[in-house]
């Protein structure tokens, strides 16, 4: 089957960085996504990797390791509104390509 | 433009009542997909929707769940006979076609069987 994990929860401080992990085994990789979900609102995109390395965006990276399941989202300079959900999901090149497999999501507290 | 969108927002049902669940995804998307986010799990996928090609249902739990979608556009998605481990959020997603495109989640069900 498909195992995808990440923290349950983490606390940060505003103006800090924060670095949420996710790690997978899964069978036939494609891709991984990035999602926030604020409480109770529908998650947004924040990135993709299929290829190893770090794409930068603003104030939000993400890194892929494909060679050891790995990934981590790097949220610099935190802000009060970065308190949310941050989800972790992969696609698989088997079955429907497309469908994302996620995660159970970090909670992420920013504090003053 | 209009993002995805779904309604009821909220719904409580009885146990062994059916229930249906609206989507509408963003014009020109041809990918839809139905999740089901539960309390305290990640979001789990149920059903894919491509063009005219016959949908995956390997994300649906039981024969008591089912879901259309007509035109290529609007979806329902069906539980009949609901169970309080039915009760979640149902969150539908639109992309363009392609396993590297962002899906565009709606605002979510709240599904209550009582």
């Known amino acids: 089957g498909q195992n995808i994990d990440q923290p349950t929860e983490m606390t940060a401080t505003e103006g800090a960085i924060v670095q949420i992990n996710c790690t997978y085994q899964t069978s036939g990789f494609n891709g991984l996504f990035w999602y926030q979900q604020h409480a109770g609102e529908a998650p947004t995109f924040l990135s993709y990797?299929?290829?190893?390395g770090l794409e930068e965006k603003g104030r939000f990276s993400s890194f892929l390791s494909r060679s050891k399941g790995y990934s981590y989202l790097l949220l610099k300079e935190l802000q009060m509104k970065d308190s949310a959900s941050y989800l972790c999901a992969v696609t698989l090149n088997t079955g429907t390509a497309s469908k994302l497999t996620f995660g159970t999501g970090t909670r992420l507290q920013v504090t003053l | 433009g209009a993002g995805v969108s779904q309604s009821p927002s909220n719904k409580v049902t009885e146990k062994g009542k059916d229930v249906e669940l609206r989507c509408d995804p963003i014009s020109g998307h041809t990918a839809l997909y139905w999740y089901r986010q539960s309390l305290g799990q990640g979001l789990e996928f149920l059903i894919y929707f491509q063009g005219n090609s016959a949908p995956d249902k390997s994300g649906l739990p039981s024969d008591r769940f089912s879901a259309e979608r007509t035109g290529g556009s609007v979806s329902t998605l069906t539980i009949q006979r609901t169970q309080q481990e039915d009760s979640a959020v149902y969150l539908c997603?639109?992309?363009?076609?392609?396993?590297?495109?962002?899906?565009?989640f709606g605002p979510g069900t709240r599904l209550t069987v009582t």
């Open positions: 997603a639109s992309s363009n076609s392609g396993s590297s495109y962002e899906q565009y």
């Open positions: 990797n299929v290829l190893d």
